[in-house]
Nanobody, 128 residues
Framework: QVQLVESGGGLVQPGGSLRLSCVGS????????IGWFRQAPGKEREGVSR????????YYADSIKGRFTTSRDNAKNTVYLQMNNLNSADTAVYYC?????????????????????WGQGTQVTVSS
């Protein structure tokens, strides 16, 4: 069973950048697809991105395409979410989650129910 811990959140001005980290323990993350989700106050948790196995392109929500990038560092057992050109709509608690089915079909990537393991979340606030 894998445990996930997110970090890297904080307060940033509009147009700024943050890099979130999702560190795994108890198992190697290279056997899991890792999704990033976010939940703003009063809203449902939504999928932001997903990174699967080697050679597979990540998936991104339309709202963040071109601004956010997800990547892996298997040596550090860590998955990152690089967030650029942030705006107030990006304010939320960000979670990473692990799906043991690393080859799952892309059309399901943003469904919360397919992720078995979740981190505790890290707050991102975009404000001037």
């Amino acid at each position: 069973q894998v445990q996930l811990v997110e970090s890297g959140g904080g307060l940033v001005q509009p147009g700024g950048s943050l890099r979130l980290s999702c560190v795994g323990s108890g198992d190697s993350l290279d056997g899991y697809a890792i999704g990033w989700f976010r939940q703003a106050p009063g809203k449902e948790r939504e999928g932001v991105s997903r990174i699967g196995g080697p050679g597979r392109n990540p998936y991104y929500a339309d709202s963040i395409k071109g601004r956010f990038t997800t990547s892996r560092d298997n040596a550090k057992n860590t998955v990152y979410l690089q967030m650029n050109n942030l705006n107030s709509a990006d304010t939320a608690v960000y979670y990473c989650a692990a799906d043991p089915d690393i080859l799952r079909l892309s059309r399901l990537w943003a469904q919360r129910s397919i992720y078995d393991y979740w981190g505790q979340g890290t707050q991102v606030t975009v404000s001037s």
